[in-house]
């Protein structure tokens, strides 16, 4: 296994654990509602779909966000979800 597959698999890890830390804090329910929110589409869950979202997020976050990224996450989530609540309305 090469250096890029190791971070490659340690960044999925962090990501997962960041999706389920949201999935916690906003009491984001199983199921598979969130799939055409935030996932690619072919998600077998919520956190699937999150763990996806939540690793394109970090691509972006600037190096202060990533310090400490559950926050900006928060917030970022918080506004997706309420813009797609909206849409449906």
Do not use: Y
């Amino acid at each position: 296994m090469n250096h890029s597959q190791l971070f490659s698999i340690s960044r999925k890890s962090f990501a997962t654990r960041l999706a389920s830390a949201l999935t916690f804090s906003m009491q984001i329910p199983d199921g598979t509602h969130l799939v055409a929110v935030l996932g690619a589409g072919d998600e077998s869950s919520n956190l699937a779909a999150l763990t996806h979202w939540v690793e394109n997020e970090l691509w972006l976050m600037d190096d202060e966000n990533l310090q400490d990224p559950l926050p900006a996450l928060l917030n970022c989530l918080e506004r997706v979800l309420t813009s797609a609540q909206e849409s449906l309305e």
